[in-house]
């Protein structure tokens, strides 16, 4: 089904000025009785709550004010909050997920060979095959089911549930709420899209989490995020990156940044760019599907506003490190 249907209904709130607390309900469109145990969260971080019994959550968001949230739970639709004001309670109303597979899903046993190598396929594209992807486990690889679209030679992947990853090499524990998955043998092109909350244990050794922050330093050199946080600083030179476009000219801060707020900047260019990093061969292109992409000090863009190729796109979910990374190591903590 089409992900027009993750339609939803929420009444905007206002931010208190002193603890900016949230609050809501996240209740079933279908039925309008309440969702226990939806996650509600900021993608790509560690900060999130989840709903109790009547539904009810509440969430500190002064530290992440220009994301949106979003509220996934098992077998709905995953919503997206992109503003807050007035001075209601949220409520989320989520739409049931309906899988019409079961005529084509790929699980049977006499059929575990294609499903095997479509798993292989899934994990090379949604973890990367990198060293840290290797370190990389999904735990719940059963909850993967497969379509293979024999007319346009596709894979397209499905789970009702959230994929969990434990990530061995970086230290941390993922989950990730998918809703789009499909990989294009011909032309092998991959497109996923979901929202990822991360988690670490707050027990290591020292030792341990000194071995862990070598890894997320190198896996976070050179990143996109990387690139928008050096972008946002106009510190692009000295942090290794180089951006050309196509004709080879080499562009500065103020060819690619219009500054419109304290709170956002907004990245554009008339053209596809290079990008380089610490070398004379492009690390990556960009090219722009949007006119101009918002991002944030914390690296954070809008990640439809742009299609990245190259090197750069090569680092999937097991390279990924949470927006709160570098910020404020002694605070991160979990979700809660």
């Not at 549930?161 to 061995?168: S, T, W």
Request: charged fraction near 25%; aromatic fraction near 14%.
């Amino acid at each position: 089904m089409k992900r027009s249907l993750a339609c939803f209904l929420f009444i905007i709130i206002s931010l208190n000025a002193y603890n900016q607390v949230i609050g809501g309900t996240v209740l079933n469109n279908k039925d309008k009785k309440p969702i226990e145990g939806a996650s509600v969260f900021f993608n790509g971080t560690f900060i999130g709550a989840y709903t109790d019994q009547e539904g009810h959550f509440k969430l500190d968001v002064s530290k992440n004010k220009n994301m949106p949230l979003t509220v996934s739970a098992m077998g709905f639709y995953s919503v997206s909050l992109t503003q807050f004001s007035s001075g209601k309670p949220i409520f989320v109303y989520m739409v049931p997920r309906v899988f019409e597979l079961s005529e084509v899903v790929i699980s049977d046993k006499d059929l575990s060979k294609i499903r095997k190598r479509n798993l292989r396929i899934f994990k090379d594209e949604f973890l990367g095959t990198t060293f840290n992807a290797v370190q990389s486990k999904i735990i719940n690889e059963e909850d993967i089911k497969f379509v293979y679209n024999l007319k346009s030679d596709t894979v397209m992947a499905y789970s009702s549930n959230p994929i969990i990853v434990e990530n061995n090499a970086l230290g941390y524990k993922i989950t990730y709420f998918l809703d789009e998955f499909e990989y294009d043998k011909r032309r092998r092109l991959t497109f996923f899209a979901g929202n990822i909350l991360f988690n670490e244990d707050l027990t290591l050794s020292d030792e341990q989490k000194r071995n862990f922050e070598k890894k997320r330093e190198l896996a976070y050199n050179g990143s996109r995020m990387h690139f928008f946080r050096a972008l946002w600083a106009d510190d692009l030179d000295s942090s290794g990156f180089m951006v050309r476009n196509n004709s080879g000219k080499l562009l500065s801060y103020s060819d690619l940044v219009t500054e419109e707020d304290s709170s956002l900047k907004y990245f554009h260019y008339d053209s596809d760019l290079i990008i380089y990093y610490k070398s004379a061969e492009s690390s990556g292109e960009i090219s722009f599907i949007e006119d101009e992409v918002y991002f944030d000090q914390n690296g954070y863009f809008n990640p439809r506003g742009i299609q990245w190729s190259g090197l750069i796109s090569d680092f999937r979910i097991a390279d990924w490190l949470p927006y709160e990374y570098a910020l404020d190591k002694k605070t991160r903590g979990s979700v809660h």
